[in-house]
């Protein structure tokens, strides 16, 4: 098989527009959503290293997959998406022993945040490995292996402007939406998204999903009627155990952002601006050393070769 040896990627983080939860109906353990998600400009770097395994006696490394990364919250074991996504390419073509592969992640995306740093990286690994083995892996079947990672990987291969439904798996396309200047704000905490719908089941509110109201307003161009309507279920119930939600987004809607909203399963609060100046101004804001800030902007895609 033919293989080419080093490959960079930039894998961008996401943000849930839109995201309508159902209550326990899925016997999978997942949750039925509907969710209007848009990739963004934040990303991490990977770069992809791959060599003949000349070791006989197999490679010291799990399945001769080894990581390494510049954050410490990160694990560099089968407990990261990369490591599952490359094992599931090892695994599906059988290619068991043949290969070392060294993958380094360079983080910007925060960790735990809601913005799928995981997903990314684990859809620009199915990406890498498909062109460094040569692999000629379709999209159709790249997108059912981005499947069996998780749910928010597939969107992570599309990227742009889109539907995903299902648990995250059914996709579709949706007309770009104006570009946008995205000003995205975490305090920090870690929330694991399994505990946040775990409490979502508990004392969420589960509503009538909006979504074909939402993509209309997309499809006729009446953007702001759009931006005004969107809405997370898992926003009430993250707040309550993070109140610093609240006050980071009445903060960006005081500094002039048209919207503002929890991404995700939190705890990063995205703002919207149309104009540099006011996003600039956000930015500037909301910084503080409890608050870690990023400058972002809407892209019509995810994974981008360097």
């Known amino acids: 098989m033919k293989t080419k040896e080093c490959l960079k990627l930039r894998a961008s983080g996401k943000i849930n527009l839109f995201l309508n939860v159902s209550k326990n109906g899925r016997k999978d353990g997942y949750h039925e959503v509907k969710s209007i998600m848009q990739s963004i400009s934040i990303y991490d770097e990977l770069t992809f290293k791959i060599s003949i395994n000349t070791n006989k006696n197999g490679s010291e490394s799990l399945n001769g997959i080894s990581?390494?990364?510049?954050?410490?919250?990160?694990?560099?074991?089968?407990?990261?998406?990369?490591?599952?996504?490359?094992?599931?390419?090892?695994?599906t073509f059988n290619l068991q022993g043949k290969y070392n592969i060294v993958i380094n992640i360079e983080k910007q995306i925060p960790v735990c945040?809601?913005?799928?740093?995981?997903?990314?990286?684990?859809?620009?690994?199915?990406?890498?490995?498909?062109?460094?083995?040569?692999?000629?892996?379709?999209?159709?079947?790249?997108?059912?292996?981005?499947?069996?990672?998780?749910?928010?990987?597939?969107?992570?291969?599309?990227?742009?402007?889109?539907?995903?439904?299902?648990?995250?798996?059914?996709?579709?396309?949706?007309?770009?939406?104006?570009?946008?200047?995205?000003?995205?704000?975490?305090?920090?905490?870690?929330?694991?998204?399994?505990?946040?719908?775990?409490?979502?089941?508990?004392?969420?509110?589960?509503?009538?999903?909006?979504?074909?109201?939402?993509?209309?307003?997309?499809?006729?161009?009446?953007?702001?009627?759009?931006?005004?309507?969107?809405?997370?279920?898992?926003?009430?119930?993250?707040?309550?155990?993070?109140?610093?939600?609240?006050?980071?987004?009445?903060?960006?809607?005081?500094l002039g952002a048209s919207t503002v909203q929890m991404s995700g399963s939190g705890p990063t609060i995205f703002a919207i601006c149309e104009e540099l100046v006011t996003a600039k101004r956000v930015f500037k804001g909301l910084k503080s050393s409890s608050i870690k800030t990023f400058l972002s902007h809407t892209t019509p895609n995810c994974i981008n070769f360097v």
């Open 113 to 254: 945040s809601g913005l799928a740093g995981g997903s990314t990286n684990a859809a620009a690994t199915l990406i890498a490995l498909n062109q460094l083995l040569d692999l000629n892996i379709d999209n159709e079947a790249i997108l059912n292996l981005a499947c069996k990672v998780g749910s928010d990987v597939p969107f992570c291969i599309k990227g742009g402007t889109v539907l995903a439904e299902g648990r995250g798996e059914k996709l579709m396309a949706l007309p770009d939406l104006p570009f946008c200047w995205v000003v995205l704000a975490s305090n920090g905490k870690k929330f694991r998204s399994s505990d946040i719908y775990e409490k979502f089941d508990q004392i969420g509110k589960e509503k009538k999903s909006i979504h074909k109201e939402l993509i209309n307003n997309i499809y006729n161009k009446n953007y702001k009627k759009f931006f005004s309507s969107l809405n997370n279920d898992l926003e009430n119930v993250a707040m309550q155990g993070d109140e610093e939600i609240i006050s980071i987004k009445r903060k960006a809607s005081e």
């Open 67 to 91: 990581i390494t990364c510049d954050n410490v919250d990160i694990p560099i074991n089968e407990k990261n998406l990369v490591h599952k996504a490359a094992t599931l390419v090892i695994n």
